[in-house]
């Protein structure tokens, strides 16, 4: 099985190369410039530049029969639309199962959360949100999974942390928070397996 990792220079990104590749997985992973990724060499590892705003590039990088999981996310609040168009190339490309990085509060997951996290995301993402929902809607229309997820918090994995159906949450005041490395591990329990519109809970 092949992971392919979009956002793999990024926080989480990372996270995901490390994980699938100790998972055992071929890595496939897309970066905008190979020569400055700086990933672990490894032999089940390949780096090919890919670049969302290049549909063509990432088509090229993916198979019909890849699973792609994504950490992709913007580095400012001007580059929101970064989302949107990892979205759209992710899903022209067409591999077998997508599972994308979502945030707990919006979109399909907004019911989840208080009103008063919902205007704190709004004030402290901006114009991200809207980019975020309009991604997380292509991804879903594809046959896509969302991992919805709190704060990045922390540096080591929780094996509390868990995913569950969106429409199985209770309502929370805040979102349940998790360290990058925990919600590596989670998308890619959920890339391979039968789950989809995940929220990430912390067992009781």
């Known amino acids: 099985m092949t992971i392919v990792v979009l956002g793999a220079t990024g926080g989480t990104g990372r996270h995901l190369v490390d994980q699938a590749l100790a998972r055992g997985f071929e890595v496939r992973a897309l970066v905008r410039d190979p020569a400055?990724?700086?990933l672990p060499g490894h032999d089940r590892l390949t780096v090919v530049r890919a670049d969302v705003h290049d549909a063509a590039s990432v088509a090229a990088a993916v198979g019909p029969g890849d699973t792609l999981v994504s950490g992709l996310g913007p580095r400012s609040r001007s580059e929101a639309e970064t989302?949107?168009?990892g979205a759209r190339a992710v899903v022209a490309a067409g591999p077998k199962r997508i599972v994308w990085l979502g945030a707990a509060g919006t979109g399909a997951s907004?019911?989840?959360?208080?009103?008063?996290?919902?205007?704190m995301l709004k004030?402290?993402?901006?114009?991200?949100?809207?980019?975020?929902?309009?991604?997380?809607?292509?991804?879903?229309?594809?046959?896509?999974?969302?991992v919805?997820?709190?704060?990045?918090?922390?540096?080591?994995?929780d094996p509390a942390l868990t995913l569950v159906p969106v429409a199985q949450v209770r309502g929370t005041?805040?979102?349940t928070g998790a360290a990058r490395a925990a919600v590596a591990r989670l998308m890619?329990?959920?890339?391979?397996g039968d789950q989809e519109g995940l929220h990430l809970v912390k067992r009781r």
């Not at 919805?148 to 994995?157: E, I, K, N, R, Y």
Request: net charge negative.
């Open 123 to 146: 004030v402290g993402l901006g114009p991200e949100i809207d980019a975020k929902e309009r991604a997380d809607a292509a991804i879903l229309d594809a046959g896509g999974v969302v």
């Open 188 to 192: 890619l329990d959920a890339a391979t």
């Open 148 to 157: 919805h997820v709190g704060p990045l918090l922390g540096s080591t994995d």
């Open 173 to 175: 005041f805040w979102p």
């Open 83 to 85: 989302l949107v168009a």
């Open 36 to 38: 400055t990724a700086a």
């Open 110 to 119: 907004a019911a989840t959360t208080s009103a008063f996290t919902r205007t």
